[in-house]
């Protein structure tokens, strides 16, 4: 089944510690994005990448970085330098253009 | 004004009641409107797009109105799945997915 698949689901992280997150996609998409989601608040877009080797930043991508050197993935490393980096992470993907979004089922990072 | 506001509720309906909110936006400019489901800790998913006649699918029904610059959801007969958060989901300009303003969600309950 076609689908964008994210790990891992769950993540705990020590303060000071990089993490990366993973965002495969079998959708052929050539449009793929990062969100961040907070309790009681809307998503906000990370980074975004519309073809390979090529990305840009979002609203919030300030100790977020990423890469994009396959069509197929689009991992999100959250640095040290992320103030506040528990939250919901989301990674999406599309056709392109202003169309339908389809989500991974997220990433729960932790930082204790 | 907020670029995309929504009444966070809950809202709390009985089974076979009829459910409508609105979500206002503040950019003039916006083309697309969407509506995402989201239901408890999981991924957005695309409800239906928000076209400017109006369209309706199955027991949702969506409205556009650019001169009050709001777009309503209304669910008739609603069933005890159809409790979720509903995002609304605003290009803020022309086109590009990376353009996309999410409202924070309006949760809504349905009680049997």
């Known amino acids: 089944d076609g689908g964008i698949t994210q790990s891992p689901k769950y993540l705990f992280r020590k303060e000071g510690q990089n993490v990366t997150l993973s965002c495969e996609q079998n959708l052929n998409h050539d449009a793929m994005y990062w969100y961040r989601q907070d309790p009681g608040q809307g998503l906000r877009l990370i980074y975004y990448?519309?073809?390979?080797?090529?990305?840009q930043k979002g609203d919030i991508a300030e100790g977020y970085s990423v890469s994009r050197e396959k069509k197929e993935s689009f991992p999100l490393t959250v640095t040290s330098a992320q103030k506040n980096p528990t939250a919901f992470y989301l990674c999406?993907?599309?056709?392109?253009?202003?169309?339908?979004?389809?989500f991974g089922e997220g990433s729960r990072l932790t930082v204790l | 004004r907020k670029e995309v506001e929504q009444d966070p509720g809950p809202f709390n309906v009985p089974e076979g009641a009829t459910v409508a909110f609105n979500c206002t936006y503040s950019n003039s400019a916006s083309q697309s409107f969407f509506w995402y489901r989201q239901d408890c800790r999981k991924e957005p998913k695309l409800l239906m797009s928000v076209y400017s006649s109006g369209n309706e699918d199955g027991r949702f029904t969506a409205q556009l109105n650019r001169a009050s610059q709001y777009i309503s959801l209304l669910i008739r007969d609603s069933k005890l799945s159809d409790s979720a958060t509903y995002l609304c989901?605003?290009?803020?300009f022309g086109g590009g997915a990376d353009g996309l303003t999410f409202g924070k969600g309006t949760h809504l309950i349905i009680q049997p």
């Open positions: 999406a993907s599309s056709i392109g253009g202003v169309g339908e979004l389809f």
């Open positions: 989901v605003v290009s803020r």
């Open positions: 990448s519309q073809i390979v080797n090529d990305f």
